[in-house]
């Protein structure tokens, strides 16, 4: 049974920073699509970034150059390091992964991830 567990989530200023993790276990499959989504209240859950299991990276562009998604194979851990925080980056953040996908398809949709964290809290105040 595949489980992903997140941590790291807070409460920071703007212009602060956070590491998001995800310790996953139970994930057999030798290819990967690991990604972080996000979801603010009152708005659907949106793709942040993903890394898949050729070494690809994806980004929402609001967040490039800001955040960084990687993934240590050793640990079985992703990572999401979250610099230069705005108001706008608070929402209930959630890992997710699929055998199947590129990393891309963080822009698909959330429907297209068979496994999901529970999700935790990032808050940013201005």
């Known amino acids: 049974q595949v489980q992903l567990v997140e941590s790291g989530g807070g409460s920071v200023r703007a212009g602060g920073s956070l590491r998001l993790s995800c310790a996953v276990s139970?994930?057999?499959?030798?290819?990967?699509?690991m990604g972080w989504f996000r979801q603010a209240i009152g708005k659907e859950r949106e793709g942040v970034a993903a890394i898949d299991s050729d070494g690809n990276t994806s980004y929402l562009d609001s967040v490039k150059g800001r955040f960084t998604i990687s993934i240590d194979n050793a640990v079985n851990t992703l990572y999401l390091q979250m610099n230069s925080l705005k108001p706008e980056d608070t929402a209930v953040y959630y890992c997710?992964?699929?055998?199947?996908?590129?990393?891309?398809?963080?822009?698909?949709?959330?429907?297209?991830?068979?496994?999901w964290g529970q999700g935790t809290q990032v808050t940013v105040s201005s």
């Open positions: 139970g994930y057999t499959y030798s290819s990967y699509c």
């Open positions: 997710a992964a699929d055998r199947r996908l590129a990393s891309s398809a963080v822009f698909y949709g959330a429907h297209w991830f068979d496994y």
